[in-house]
């Protein structure tokens, strides 16, 4: 059945195709709907992002003086060890031998030798005396012609020898007595063959952590091999590589967030005193040191930490999320601005820039509309856009992020 249409039912749907068509065309004269921020002022922090390794101020080496064989290791790896702490013992009966042989020695000097040396002297002296009266007497009867001259002269030939004899014993008793030169040489000895011996002992040399061993019992070992590797109790410090180009924003004290990959649910704060003067020239970076002054208890020897070193903070600023940002050039840079409905390029001074905002200084005003994403907007300078306004990111190094970010100030 077909049914006609009424002259007002034809007017009515004239009407509404024409006021579609208009609301279209006045759509069109609009420009498309493109994404924007609102330009608004808020804190901001600038970093600068890398990552290192966990260090220590220093690492020793321990290994053996002597050649001998190990009969015994103390320690493993991550054990604590205090200074003059035994890390292993070793077996070298050479040095064994010496120091038996030096403290028989001693032990001979002072029960035999020193007793036959005072016996000796005791008989030149007693034969030194008996000599002297000889001489005497024979002296008295060569005075009264009751002897000869000759006789007289052959005794106290006789004193002389004497004297000489006494005197060497004497000489001989005195380096063999307590204290003499003899017992302090033979001390010596033993002292040497000790000393020789307690190498057999390796020893921590400070406090610290085994971080390697290199020797088992039954393991020969030779002057100059290491058998153990430790870090040295001091601060822990995290050994950060930067990209040369953000040495001119990092100073010496700027506080850092850091992050290991094994806990990346736990932070924990370092801050910067050490800037190397020197540039890698192969790689282009140049090595921090930060200071962790509380150290976390997880933290161990070479862990990989992300770091944030904030360089820079304002309390208030104008932002501008980066991706709005075009023709980025140190500190000048472009936005895409609409106003009054039409796009417009306008020129902008940076200051900050963080991860995810830079700082505005000149060039633009808060609630300008910023295009997003201004790079791959396909849309020419002076055509018409409607703005759909959308949140500006939140603010705050991404510690997760181990990428490094070109960070500049004016």
Do not use: W
Request: proline share 5%.
């Amino acid at each position: 059945m077909i049914v006609k249409k009424t002259g007002r039912g034809m007017s009515i749907a004239v009407a509404l195709t024409l006021a579609v068509a208009i609301g279209a065309a006045v759509q069109s004269g609009r420009g498309p709907s493109l994404a924007v921020y609102r330009l608004e002022s808020r804190p901001l922090v600038q970093t600068v992002v890398a990552t290192g390794r966990v260090v220590t101020t220093s690492r020793v080496q321990a290994g053996s003086e002597v050649t001998g064989v190990v009969v015994e290791r103390r320690v493993t790896e991550g054990d604590r060890v205090k200074a003059g702490d035994v890390l292993a013992v070793l077996r070298s009966d050479d040095l064994a031998a010496r120091l038996r042989e030096a403290e028989s020695a001693l032990q001979s000097l002072r029960r035999s030798a020193r007793p036959q040396a005072e016996a000796a002297l005791r008989q030149a002296e007693a034969q030194l005396q008996q000599a002297h009266r000889e001489k005497l007497r024979r002296a008295d009867l060569a005075s009264r012609q009751l002897l000869s001259a000759e006789q007289s002269e052959q005794a106290a030939q006789a004193e002389v020898v004497a004297q000489a004899s006494a005197d060497r014993a004497r000489v001989a008793a005195q380096a063999l007595s307590t204290g003499g030169p003899d017992e302090r040489q033979a001390i010596e000895r033993v002292e040497a063959a000790k000393a020789a011996m307690a190498k057999t002992l390796i020893r921590a040399a400070k406090a610290g952590t085994v971080l390697t061993r290199n020797a088992e019992p039954g393991d020969l070992v030779q002057p100059g091999r290491v058998l153990f590797d430790l870090a040295l109790d001091g601060p822990t410090e995290i050994l950060l590589p930067v990209d040369e180009k953000n040495l001119s924003v990092l100073r010496l004290g700027q506080p850092a967030t850091c992050i290991t990959e094994a806990f990346p649910a736990q932070s924990f704060p370092a801050r910067l005193t050490f800037i190397a003067p020197a540039v890698d020239a192969q790689r282009g970076t140049s090595d921090l040191r930060l200071t962790v002054e509380s150290p976390p208890d997880y933290l161990r020897q070479d862990m990989t930490v992300s770091v944030n070193v904030m360089t820079g903070s304002r309390e208030s600023a104008l932002v501008v999320p980066n991706d709005a940002l075009v023709d980025i050039e140190d500190d000048r840079a472009a936005l895409r601005v609409l106003r009054d409905g039409r796009i417009q390029r306008i020129a902008v001074q940076t200051g900050l820039r963080g991860l995810a905002m830079t700082e505005l200084l000149s060039g633009a005003r808060a609630g300008d509309l910023a295009l997003a994403s201004a790079a791959s907007v396909e849309r020419a300078d002076g055509q018409r856009a409607r703005p759909v306004v959308q949140s500006l990111p939140s603010i705050g190094p991404d510690a997760s992020s181990r990428r490094e970010l070109p960070v500049r100030f004016n």
